[in-house]
């Protein structure tokens, strides 16, 4: 096993196509549907890196990303940052909130 790895996405095919592509390559996949379910994972497990969406149901990617700087324990875990949006606001949002990388 290379990792555990957090998929945070409330589209079903995006986390299922993250889940195939990743498990293939050897990586333990978690999923959550909304930032809530995200942030109770993020607490509740030990992970090596998480992929999240920046507009997701409940709380959204910008904010589940704050919370896990703010929290001295996931406070260094790589999060890349999904995003359909291209504006060059979002990008740069997620980079000043210490996103790895954000893929739009």
């Given amino acids: ?61 910008y904010e589940v990303l704050r919370r896990i700087r703010e929290n001295a324990t996931t406070a260094k875990l790589p999060v890349i940052m999904l995003t359909a949006r291209k504006q060059e606001r979002d990008i740069l949002e997620a980079l000043a909130t210490r996103a790895k990388d954000p893929l739009a």
Avoid: Q
């Fill in 1 to 61: 096993m290379k990792g555990k790895v957090l998929v945070c996405d409330d589209d079903e095919l995006i986390v299922d196509l993250l889940r195939f592509r990743l498990e293939a390559r050897g990586y333990e996949v978690l999923a959550a549907r909304d930032g809530n379910e995200a942030l109770a994972r993020l607490e509740a497990e030990s992970l090596d890196v998480v992929v999240l969406d920046a507009m997701m149901p409940m709380v959204d990617g």
